[in-house]
């Protein structure tokens, strides 16, 4: 089963569903290497892990990218446009 890395609880004020709001925070750390490219397609693979969490009863997600601080620029920038552009789909 997959576990979220952070669980942030807050009250519901709306009351829409019930008393909280449940959200799951997935951590995805970038590291710099040879293979960076072979990398990063792995991790936008592992998108799909925080999509389980709703399954589990939890009314928000958030997948937060860090990248290592050797990481270009330019490989972070296509890496989010490629995130963010399979998500407009």
């Known amino acids: 089963m997959a576990i979220p890395d952070i669980v942030l609880v807050f009250e519901d004020i709306s009351k829409v569903v019930d ?27 592992e998108v799909g892990q925080p999509l389980r969490y709703l399954v589990f009863g939890f009314d928000s997600i958030i997948l937060w990218h860090c990248f290592a601080e050797d990481i270009d620029d330019a490989t972070i920038s296509s890496y989010s446009d490629l995130v963010v552009g399979s998500s407009r789909n």
């Open 19 to 45: 008393e909280y709001l449940l959200v799951a925070i997935e951590l995805k750390h970038l590291r710099s290497s040879e293979k960076s490219d072979k990398y990063l397609r792995k991790a936008y693979r």
